[in-house]
């Protein structure tokens, strides 16, 4: 029984962390955060991506898709890991796997930008409601940064497997 590499071990738990955070805040209803009233007595009613509603303003509807794209990926990518952990796990690092980890760090890539850019979209077009009520981004958007600030780290370290440690 061969033993598990640790950096394929380190890159497989960035993923699954990633994962989890990139599901929670997608699929929780606090992307927007609304208080209205007082300090002592505030109400406050949040607002998610899921359910996707057809008559929501066209920046919030591009946000939610990209988000959801992201999620997607997400799964693309661990099938691209599986796949690398698979390889190795039997017959060791080679040139072949190269290929793979640039595919895991293109797709990282793409989850990162997209969340940034869903996140500054929301981030910059709530500002517009602030008249009439204190409106923030909500925990679930934090979560999205937070995984794409993994996904980062996906990127850069599935790079530098392909790069240093195949072949």
């Known amino acids: 029984m061969a033993a598990i590499d640790p950096r394929v071990a380190i890159l497989g738990l960035a ?41 929501e303003v066209s920046w919030f509807a591009a946000a939610s898709w990209l988000m959801f794209i992201t999620f997607a990926l997400y799964i693309v990518l661990i099938i691209l890991y599986v796949l690398c952990f698979h390889k190795i796990y039997h017959h060791g690092y080679s040139c072949y796997l190269r290929k793979w980890f640039i595919a895991i760090a293109i797709v990282a890539l793409i989850i990162t930008s997209f969340t940034i850019i869903s996140v500054i979209l929301i ?45």
């Open 15 to 55: 993923i699954c962390i990633g994962f989890v955070l990139n599901a929670t805040g997608v699929f929780t209803s606090s992307w927007i955060s609304v208080s209205v009233g007082d300090y002592e007595f505030p109400i406050t009613e949040t607002i998610g991506i899921v359910p996707y509603r057809s008559d």
């Open 123 to 167: 981030g910059s077009n709530i500002s517009q409601y602030n008249q009439l009520a204190s409106v923030t981004l909500g925990f679930s958007a934090w979560l999205c940064v937070v995984a794409a600030l993994i996904s980062a780290f996906i990127l850069g370290y599935s790079g530098y497997i392909a790069m240093k440690v195949c072949c």
